[in-house]
């Protein structure tokens, strides 16, 4: 297993566009989080997921931005009609659904998405 | 709500200097507390973590221990290197389910 694995890398769209990214978890890690990184902050919390459920959305997650896990092992996260102020860094990570907080993520290299 | 407090940066200091970046918390409970390092062009890689007061935790030189008393989880190195430069976030976890909440980021320049 190689870790988290982001794709895209980079994408750049243009206002208005749709776009989706993948996000491909370590093989035996049940939750799935996301979350977005912009310049000279640190991560926020977008929205998780245990196996294919979706148990806690931010409010920073609008109307425009669904995530999936179909299945359970891949999720998307998708952006529609993009706006300026969405370019950031969107940063996947797993960990095992062992309980307990004593666990810490392991996170994806990311997606830098640039909206011009 | 739980949050994290970092100490701004951009930190620069010299090869074998000592380092500190202090955190500070706020949580409604009893929480985990961690490290992550972000080196340029990566994602976010555990450095270390804490699970209860006056816990140590310590990865590569780096050591941080969790102060109940003062809601601390300063991280320290003794002897810094060129290859440590990177951005530092501190975060915690209160519960099983809740997501992880960083910190800002604290970059760290170490110069030869």
């Known amino acids: 297993d190689t870790g988290v694995s982001q794709n895209p890398r980079h994408k750049i769209t243009k206002r208005g566009q749709n776009v989706t990214f993948r996000c491909d978890p370590i093989s035996e890690h049940n939750r799935l989080y996301w979350y977005r990184q912009t310049l000279g902050q640190g991560p926020e919390f977008l929205t998780y997921f245990q196996n294919e459920a979706q148990l806690e959305k931010s409010r920073l997650l609008s109307d425009r931005f669904s995530a999936e896990r179909p299945k359970g092992s891949f999720s998307t996260l998708e952006i529609q009609r993009t706006e300026q102020g969405d370019s950031a860094m969107y940063l996947c990570a797993s960990r095992p659904g062992t309980e307990g907080a004593n666990y810490g993520y392991t996170f994806g290299s990311g997606t830098r998405l640039t909206v011009v | 709500g739980n949050s994290v407090t970092q100490m701004e940066g951009p930190v620069t200091l010299s090869e074998e200097a000592f380092l500190t970046i202090n955190c500070t918390y706020t949580a409604t409970g009893y929480p985990s507390l961690f490290w992550y390092v972000q080196y340029p062009g990566e994602g976010l890689q555990l450095l270390l973590k804490a699970t209860k007061a006056d816990d140590k935790g310590s990865n590569k030189g780096f050591e941080a221990t969790y102060r109940k008393e003062t809601t601390s989880f300063h991280l320290e190195k003794g002897s810094v290197q060129v290859s440590d430069s990177a951005v530092y976030f501190c975060?915690?976890?209160?519960?099983?389910?809740?997501?992880?909440?960083f910190g800002k980021g604290t970059r760290l320049s170490v110069i030869a």
């Open positions: 975060a915690l976890s209160e519960w099983g389910n809740t997501p992880l909440v």
